[in-house]
């Protein structure tokens, strides 16, 4: 998205409340940095696409989380992220879970709200190697939205846009923005997380 050669002047972070959206919340260098640890990473092949956790194994499946699937603190290399989300008052604690998905063009995720009785009132998720939009939808008015997550960029989901709306990336090779057509790349994303641990 960076290297595009216009702007998306129509490209407005929908008014949805709890959803924050934070262009370029890192930089090239450290976009580079990440990205050569997570190539470092133990990549697992548990739904159609590749993921990684830190902190706690989540099981996609069963939906829930518990002591015995923590695997350790995070590594060092996403602890300055982390510390960061929560000195920027993102996070009320800071975040002790962290899962990579690796997304290459044309795959995506549906439509879903991340697991209430898992995870703190908190998500935010740090996009890496290209852009891809992400679609809103109202649970309970049905009203749709979607946001382009650049590069670099950092999208916040609390209070209703944590609880109310599902978030999802469709699966498609590239995207409409601003009335121009952007390809996708391999993207990946990096979703911080608090556990709640029963």
Request: net charge positive.
């Amino acid at each position: 998205m960076k290297n595009l050669q216009f702007k998306f002047e129509e490209e407005r972070t929908p008014a949805i409340g709890g959803l924050m959206y934070l262009p370029e919340f890192i930089g090239r260098d450290e976009e580079a940095a990440l990205l050569s640890s997570v190539e470092l990473g133990p990549w697992l092949q548990e739904l159609k696409r590749r993921v990684q956790h830190y902190g706690y194994r989540y099981d996609y499946k069963a939906r829930s989380v518990s002591r015995a699937a923590y695997i350790g603190p995070l590594p060092e290399w996403l602890k300055p992220i982390a510390q960061r989300l929560y000195e920027q008052h993102h996070f009320s604690a800071v975040p002790d879970q962290a899962i990579v998905n690796e997304y290459e063009p044309g795959q995506g995720i549906s439509a879903h709200v991340d697991c209430v009785p898992c995870f703190g009132k908190t998500i935010a998720s740090l996009s890496l190697g290209s852009g891809a939009m992400m679609q809103f939808q109202n649970t309970r008015t049905g009203q749709k939205a979607e946001l382009y997550l650049e590069e670099g960029s950092l999208v916040v989901l609390s209070g209703p846009a944590r609880y109310e709306w599902t978030h999802a990336i469709p699966a498609r090779k590239s995207d409409i923005v601003g009335g121009f057509k952007v390809e996708r790349g391999r993207r990946l994303s990096l979703t911080f997380r608090t556990m709640i641990i029963a």
